[in-house]
């Protein structure tokens, strides 16, 4: 079953009716289906395409690129087509990859060669870093984030209950049927490999057992407030806050699990705040759980938690591809479980189901704030399984 993303249309029309103008890169977290979306675009493109992934090259060969781009020209070359089509996947892989790109591309535009170029990457931090040092001007970014409610029923079938659940991998809808096997999957082909491949091999981390120690417990405490005091605590070697709050960047930036900020009126932001932490796929926490679906679903504080955390993996996925911030508001005892602000404008988002009542935060919120709007999440306000398939920027 071949499942297509809209990110496949946009980079087709990117690349086959505008000019060559910029290099296009496709990035995001892994298994959410960017070698797929360069796949299929291969199959349909009348254009003569080299593909070359970069995952078992050594990492100092950057004459690597130099050389797929070289076979890319012969491609054109030899067709006769006035354009081709040049695809490295995994670009993160190679070491000073965007100084390469960057010559190799100029060398292009000098000499007039129609040579069109798609970069696919999964970490995120260093292919921006790449982007913004080397190739200022030359790129257009395509993210791809973790498939929605939407995409996995249309594709999958899901119900809003197994998204809640299992999240939102392809690659692992086949195994939930099992889900022993489907939990050995997403801790060993995606939690593991996000944080060896894409973090600890490519970016210094002094202490990895306290990220990987840092992980578990974000996902563990996923929708809930911690003071870096009381990270402290829970942690062993834990060294200071600095070290904390760097390791929730980078794992952040590898798509599993963030810290939100206090939202604060005007332009003050407190990013000394105690962080919110708020996983992006809620298989994250799923996988690592003794405890099966039947036996949390059964459970409605515990369920709760779990819807709690699928609408902020829906809505941190969304600043991901639109210009909106999310946040949490807490003020003594008021709380508001997320904020979103675009344009200025900030709505207060308050999560309930299935969970027991507490004293809502958005009187005080309301009068401290003054959103554009607030709303409710659940029992009788928007029913999250609606909810789960808007567009955040439609409200």
């Known amino acids: 079953m071949q499942i297509e993303r809209a990110q496949k249309s946009l980079l087709t029309k990117r690349i086959e009716s505008e000019p060559r103008q910029f290099i296009q890169v496709l990035y995001g977290p892994r298994q959410v289906g960017k070698t797929t979306v360069a796949q299929q675009f291969m199959q349909s493109t009348p254009l003569p395409v080299h593909f070359a992934s970069?995952?078992?090259?050594?990492?100092?060969?950057?004459?690597?690129?130099?050389?797929?781009?070289?076979?890319?020209?012969?491609?054109?070359?030899?067709?006769e087509q006035q354009e081709s089509v040049l695809i490295i996947d995994e670009i993160q892989k190679i070491s000073n990859w965007s100084e390469t790109v960057k010559k190799e591309w100029d060398a292009d535009s000098l000499n007039q060669q129609k040579l069109k170029v798609i970069l696919l990457g999964s970490s995120r931090l260093l292919i921006q870093q790449g982007l913004t040092e080397s190739l200022a001007g030359r790129f257009e970014t395509i993210y791809l984030g973790h498939w929605s409610y939407g995409e996995m029923k249309h594709a999958f079938n899901f119900t809003p209950e197994q998204f809640v659940w299992f999240g939102g991998y392809p690659g692992a809808a086949a195994l939930i049927d099992d889900e022993e096997r489907w939990a050995r999957y997403i801790v060993d082909s995606l939690i593991e490999t996000s944080i060896s491949k894409d973090i600890?091999?490519?970016?210094?981390?002094?202490?990895?057992?306290?990220?990987?120690?840092?992980?578990?417990?974000?996902?563990?405490?996923?929708?809930?407030?911690?003071?870096?005091?009381?990270?402290?605590?829970?942690?062993?070697?834990?060294?200071?806050?600095?070290?904390?709050?760097?390791?929730?960047?980078?794992l952040d930036t590898a798509g599993l699990l963030g810290g939100l900020e206090k939202y604060h009126p005007g332009n003050l932001r407190s990013r000394a705040s105690s962080p919110k932490f708020q996983v992006h796929n809620t298989a994250?926490?799923?996988a690592q759980q003794q405890h099966t679906f039947h036996d949390i679903s059964?459970?409605?504080?515990?369920?709760?938690?779990?819807?709690?955390?699928?609408?902020?993996?829906?809505?941190?996925?969304?600043?991901?591809?639109?210009?909106?911030?999310?946040?949490?508001?807490?003020?003594?005892?008021?709380?508001?479980?997320?904020?979103?602000?675009?344009?200025?404008?900030?709505?207060?988002?308050?999560?309930?189901?299935?969970?027991?009542?507490?004293?809502?935060?958005?009187?005080?919120?309301?009068?401290?704030?003054?959103?554009?709007?607030?709303?409710?999440v659940g029992n009788s306000g928007i029913p999250w399984q609606e909810f789960l398939e808007l567009n955040p920027l439609e409200l």
């Open 298 to 376: 059964e459970n409605p504080e515990l369920w709760g938690r779990w819807v709690e955390s699928s609408v902020g993996a829906h809505l941190i996925n969304h600043t991901r591809t639109d210009a909106l911030k999310l946040y949490y508001w807490r003020q003594g005892n008021h709380e508001v479980d997320f904020v979103l602000e675009h344009k200025g404008k900030i709505i207060g988002l308050e999560i309930k189901s299935g969970r027991s009542q507490h004293a809502s935060g958005m009187a005080a919120f309301c009068k401290e704030c003054n959103p554009y709007k607030v709303l409710l």
């Open 200 to 250: 600890l091999m490519l970016t210094r981390v002094d202490k990895p057992s306290l990220m990987k120690r840092l992980f578990e417990l974000g996902c563990g405490y996923s929708g809930q407030i911690l003071s870096y005091t009381k990270i402290l605590g829970q942690l062993q070697d834990a060294g200071n806050t600095t070290t904390l709050a760097h390791y929730l960047h980078l």
């Open 54 to 79: 970069a995952d078992l090259v050594a990492a100092g060969q950057s004459n690597w690129i130099s050389q797929q781009w070289e076979a890319a020209r012969i491609k054109l070359l030899k067709s």
């Open 284 to 286: 994250l926490i799923s």
